[in-house]
């Protein structure tokens, strides 16, 4: 009998140790590592798992969100500070964690603790039924089957039913100052722009727009898989049935031939626009179809695909640093229309600047052209440069990853430049990597399926990738390691591409190309864990217990964002609690007060570190309340043994039954400080 070949591993502990320091332990527990030849995509990838990890939110009874902008902005949905407009990244980026847990949390949040909202346009049943192709577990989908059809049917009141599409303004569309918006308020044919945002595009411009039909399309689909796998095959043929019937009217109705692309039309009349009438212009939000398949497979979906032209064109939407989101040759391109009022920065538009929002999008529908669709127009070459153009926004300066919330295409830099902007979760990567360059290609059926898009040498531009390697995958329960080592010589197996599953080579190709390998039906004992944690401390805004006191505070944070469930390490955005200066190198303490007897035996404090104001404290207690007094816990055990910055702290210790915890800090030497972003306590029996 043949041996089975070593399987090769990335060096897990030292990758972690590289990209996420002190933290790593959560990494090493909950994603997938890669290993790839080319240290930008690399670095992007661990820094986007880091980004992930830090929009995670514990909010209490509801579990978990995961949110758009660290800290608050007015128009987040309080108290939570989530927008759904987001919320689909969120759970294609979340699918790829190893234990799904916060992700179903997540779904659980959005469809039955009121996070899809409406705020936005969005396709969260679509993107919830792709976490269901990754994790092979549709039940966190199928107990949403009801509310998931109650959000389709709301839409209804942005559905011509004359016409079968759904119209929508672009702001609520996440798109302000677009074509429509700009033209339907006259600052379109007009040499000046107003300063008043009721006139100058900012809202109106009402439209039949690419984007939320396309929505409302992978939306319906979502349903009918959904119910097809609870058993309803009533509910599942009549969400087909709408789905096929916005496709034909996106076709017929959005496809503009004269400019060869998916346009918006306006729905609406005003004094300078006609309803029924074409935008002006071609904008990058016409490649939404292609993201959730709508186009059809065929000869006609074959002449469509001519629109993948314009991302090629520099003097179109291919600029030079990032893909516009509409061309150059707009009138109003590039024109800066509002500003923010408290600093006088450039604020968000969507006519001209190169947004992560909708270059994943284009990116994620490049590779289902590329994978499904008969076409010469664009190959996987570009999807490489177009993926590495896109990481190399993701560096502020060099060797600094911080994703902003938009970029000058011609220039590079960001436009925004906001404090709000920093590490924006408004977009995919590790999907994209994922699922597109490494080519992983989830599905509802017991197959792992595979196709690269990785250009052989010859046609690489550039710098060609020769190998990687997918470490540590969960898929459908079952642990995946994805090899490809174009000589061998890498990892010293087989040349081309291996698939590994369970510790058990499964597949391998002498060179890149599409592979499908049969699983032995999933693995929900190692798969799918509950959301066991359940943090006694949080406390994201909402008034009543429990409730935070210090004995001093600085004048940035508060006791309360100490125990607001948002946990990152990122100094550009301040986050939790800090004495007042005068009190540096002194003791301090901090407490949480239940107003009632709960039992606690773990504490998990996390402290900022950025070598410079903040250090680690050099001691940490804990005491609890007994009656009116504070008395030290007996027997608590400090994991690690010192207090560390940028990771878990960890206090363990027989149950108690008190109404508070304090804890007791000795501050670093003098001038540093220390800063507790967050304090949370548990009961794990």
Known sequence: MQAEPSIPSVPKEQLAAKYFGADAPWFLENIPFLEIDDPEIQQIYYYR???????????????????????????????????NDSSSFHLLEGRWMRNPAIVDSLIDHLYSGGGNDRHFSESIAAATWSTTLVTGDPKPAIRHLDAMQYIFNEWDDHLDRRRSLYWIDPISDATEYTIASIDASGTGFTEHASTDERQNGFINGFAFRPSINSYQFANANAIAQVATAAGRRDIAEDYLSRAEQIRSAVLSQLWNPDLEHFTDRYQRSTAFVKAGEFIRGR??????????????????????????????????????????????????????????????????????PSWPFQTSQVLGGLANLLNDYP????????????????????????????????????????????????????????????????GIRPRADDVLELNPLI??????????????????LMYHGHVVTIVYDQTGAHYRMARGLSVIVDGKLAANLPRLGRVQVSLSGFRSDISHKAHTRADLAVNPGIPGTPSAAASSSSVIGSPAEAIDGRLWFFPEIPNGWSPALDTAGKQSWYSVDWGKEREVTTVDLYFLGDELNY???????????????????????????????????????????????????????????????????????
């Not at 995670?56 to 949905?77: C, K, M, S, Y």
């Not at 404290?617 to 009116?628: K, S």
């Not at 007791?664 to 003098?670: A, F, H, L, N, Q």
Request: negative net charge.
């Open 49 to 83: 798992w880091k980004l992930y990890r830090s929009h995670i939110r514990e909010i209490g009874a509801q579990g978990t969100t995961v949110t758009e902008f660290l800290d608050n902005v007015p128009w987040a949905r309080q108290p939570y500070t989530d927008l």
């Open 283 to 352: 904008e990058l939000v016409g490649y939404v179809p292609w993201l959730y398949e709508l186009p059809p497979q065929d000869s006609s979906g074959t002449e469509m695909a001519k629109a993948w032209r314009h991302i090629l064109a520099s003097s179109e939407l291919g600029g030079q640093y990032g893909l516009r989101t509409v061309e150059p040759g707009y009138a109003k391109y590039m024109v800066q229309y509002r500003y923010d009022r408290q600093t006088g920065n450039p604020e968000c538009q969507w006519n001209g």
């Open 375 to 438: 076409q010469s127009v664009i190959t996987s070459e570009d999807y490489l440069r177009l993926l590495r153009q896109y990481t190399h926004q993701h560096f502020l300066s060099p060797d600094h990853p911080d994703i902003q919330e938009d970029y000058n295409p011609d220039t590079g830099l960001p436009i925004v430049g906001l404090p709000r902007s920093h590490h924006y979760n408004h977009s995919t990567y590790i999907d994209l990597i994922l699922s597109g360059l490494v």
């Open 455 to 472: 250009p052989s040498d010859e046609d690489s531009a550039g710098h060609p990738i020769r190998y990687f390697l997918v470490d540590n």
């Open 615 to 685: 250090q680690a404290p050099t001691a940490v207690t804990l005491e609890y309340l007994a009656g009116n007094e504070w008395r030290p816990i007996p027997g608590q055990l400090h994991e690690p043994r010192h207090p560390i910055a940028n990771s878990l702290n960890r206090f363990t210790f027989s149950a108690i039954e008190t109404r508070g915890i304090r804890v007791v800090i000795d501050g670093p030497p003098r001038p540093a400080t220390f800063r507790l972003i967050e304090a949370e306590a548990f009961d794990f029996k």
